[in-house]
Nanobody
Framework: VQQVESGGGSVQAGGSLRLSCTAS????????MGWFRQAPGKEREGVAV???????SYGNSVRGRFTISQDNAKTTVYLQMNSLKPEDTAMYYC??????????????????WGQGTQVTVS
């Protein structure tokens, strides 16, 4: 069971990046998948999550700039990040929940985490 992330990098303020995360090894499709981020010295925070049924939650700081989506198989999620700001700089982690409760942006609700991909906005 793992999530494989890709798409991080460095970009100037106002630019865009797209992150991808593919879940593999699961017996069943994860109930929800999403993106969290953690900057140095700060707590991990929810960025955007999506359930296999299509429910979506966005963090207040990214709403209107970031868009989460998933493929038809519900095993890959994408995070389109536009109008990036320096404060978006963080390690971004993909997470998956195997249960059946909607935890939204609460990190404690997610069972499996990827290794993270760095996003740097200057």
């Amino acid at each position: 069971v793992q999530q494989v992330e890709s798409g991080g990098g460095s970009v100037q303020a106002g630019g865009s990046l797209r992150l991808s995360c593919t879940a593999s090894g699961y017996t069943n499709i994860p109930f929800a998948m999403g993106w969290f981020r953690q900057a140095p010295g700060k707590e991990r925070e929810g960025v955007a999550v999506i359930s296999r049924g299509g429910s979506i939650s966005y963090g207040n700081s990214v709403r209107g700039r970031f868009t989460i989506s998933q493929d038809n198989a519900k095993t890959t999620v994408y995070l389109q990040m536009n109008s990036l700001k320096p404060e978006d700089t963080a390690m971004y982690y993909c997470a998956a929940e195997r249960g059946s409760l909607w935890y939204g942006l609460l990190p404690r609700g997610y069972d499996h985490w990827g290794q993270g991909t760095q996003v740097t906005v200057s």
